[in-house]
């Protein structure tokens, strides 16, 4: 087993990385004491893990709340749903939630967890590859608003993260690749040697070996809790996590958050991010093809929907709530394994990755 | 003016306490930069100073959303129309929120501010005492739960609270010495001195001089920041501010929380509180007598309605928030100036005290 561990003072905590952690009560106990437990997860994870999580949880298990699985209920519903629960059945500010599930089951539960009774304990055990690496780390959660996806939420860490690379097996292929896309992120952004040990690596990955995911995990949660210790509350240096999602939200608004998922859009907009800073002069062309190809020997796409032009792309980055000021800024490449933040103020070479399309950094 | 510092290490505020303040601009130009205001008040406010914040803050001043007045409205429906002018008129994570109003604004403004955009800043005008003494200080915030009052909330910090003792001239007589209760409340808590200068001062205070009721908020902020700081989250001392409490929710629980004000079943709370700390030899026969003659010399009630028999005090005392693993913990008094935080084991004593009626205190 390896372990992480998050670095922010009081609110410090550990992320357990390794196969068949589910099944080892001695890493949650210190944690459970006498408390009463509410398990949240959702109707796909449910039927697959929840047992496990009973007897892992032992005595202190008390009930589950089951929600429909999928992003479109992250909302306010759903975390009255669980403050029902835990007010009918009278756990009190010493209870502590369990979030069994991915990104969405982890965001609604943290935020229920930070708002009952004014905060209470919560654990993640993130059962998505994208989920452990990304949404495990840094406390975010929250919910949608019809008016924007997550305007409501707060920042609350949990007491532990359990990250079961057996639970992986079950995952969806496109949606397993698509939580790669979270792990080559870190590499570009910060980790060149990461970056030729994923290169080296993509077919036991893609195989799903334990060994090999443990390592990747394990390697992106350290990078991304190195950056969230720096900056906890999102001031500075954690808009480096955005690499690929400035191109990446635009896509999945364009195409509705239906065509491709979070993860795939965010690797063509890792993909494009290269290019622009190809086109700027920071990266070379054999650099900007090596990322193309990275992201394409895992499987993702690397090349944005024919259907959105120039005009649409520049419309949905405009509205993104990154922008500051009015100016669109992006995180750039440097080189590869060195990111940075910067406005474009050249909007012939944004253009022209706009609508570079196939020839995506192929100059 | 004076001005009390609340120390919590990043999320530290001051509190500027004096007669006219809301017209001083410079007080608030600070915390405001270029930031886009929205003010959230209630229906009996706003008509008498929102005018006068729409001055103070300027440029800064976008919208108001005035509430109905109660504390029935302190719910998600209250909230979420919060989030809806937020979002509709594009409220960055920049904005900061003003409640302008009496403890209800500020909670909901609070928990409001503390979950938009997972956080965004707040400044508190207080315009009732209570709420200038009480929530004013120490972060919480929140809304109330059709199974139970303040069940959903958080611990957010304003910027800064403005607490202009100028706007209490407009309060009713009864709703001004309600807020007098959580006054005396510091004194019997922590600070003989403050009692004895309430004692010598009752006159002038609720002539509501200014100069008094500057000295009084500022004695009362500056007890609640102490404990506060101790004890940000409410894990131990600051169950303290409680004094009187566990007596005064059943009271208003009993009475539907329509016959009595929250400050003034306090007041009474406080006298059963010195009650049975006399009965169990705590304090003298005097020093009860003492505390009673404060609350009365205030022109509070000091004693509870005679239909809420012992059985109907014990059974709402036992499903208070408060109790913890089913025993009642009372905050006491070791003498008047000094309390401290007690399982009653004697339940006949308790009994006592609950029966006493208007003999409390006269032994």
Redesign the interface.
């Known amino acids: 087993m390896l372990t992480v561990q998050v670095d922010l003072g009081t609110r410090s905590y550990p992320i357990y990385i390794g196969a068949n952690l589910l099944n080892d009560r001695k890493l949650v106990a210190p944690f459970l004491g006498s408390a009463k437990v509410l398990v949240v997860s959702n109707e796909t994870v449910a039927p697959l893990y929840l047992e496990k999580i009973q007897v892992l949880l032992g005595k202190n298990y008390r009930d589950a709340v089951i929600l429909p699985d999928g992003e479109k209920f992250k909302t ?1 519903d759903v975390v ?1 749903q669980i ?2 629960k835990l ?2 059945d009278r756990f ?1 500010r010493g209870c502590i939630l369990v979030a069994l599930g991915g990104g969405v089951v982890g965001d609604v539960t943290g ?1 229920a967890a ?6 209470v304990n919560f654990i993640q055990i993130p059962t998505t590859l994208l989920a452990q690496v990304d949404s495990s780390v840094g406390g ?3 919910i949608n ?1 019809a ?2 996806k ?6 609350h860490q949990p007491l532990c993260v359990i990250a079961d690379t057996s639970v992986l097996k079950s995952l969806p292929d496109r949606e397993f690749r698509a939580g790669l896309a979270e792990v080559i992120k870190y590499g570009l952004i910060g980790d060149l040697e990461f970056v030729e040990w994923l290169e080296r690596n993509n077919r036991g990955l893609l195989d799903r070996k334990d060994e090999l995911l443990s390592q990747a995990i394990s390697q992106s949660c350290k990078h991304k809790a190195a950056i969230v210790a720096q900056d906890e ?2 001031g500075g240096v954690r808009a480096l996590l955005n690499l690929g999602h400035t191109f990446g939200h635009a896509i999945e608004t364009a195409t509705g958050y239906s065509r491709l998922l979070h993860g795939e859009a965010v690797a063509i907009g890792m993909v494009m991010a290269a290019d622009l800073s190809m086109r700027i002069g920071w990266i070379s062309a054999g650099d900007a093809k090596r990322v193309r190809q990275l992201i394409e020997i895992f499987g993702l796409p690397a090349v944005p929907p024919a259907d959105i032009d120039k005009r649409r792309f520049l419309e949905l980055m405009a509205s993104d ?1 990154k922008v500051q000021s009015g100016k669109t800024r992006f995180v750039l490449l440097k080189s590869v394994g060195h990111a940075v933040i910067e406005s474009v103020t050249d909007t012939k070479l944004l253009d022209l990755t706009l609508i570079a399309g196939e020839s995506l950094c192929r100059s």
């Open positions: 306010q009255n403050y029902d007010l009918v009190d935020f930070a708002t009952y009774q004014r905060g975010k959660t929250g608003h008016l924007g997550n305007m409501i939420g707060a920042f509350r999102e709530k």
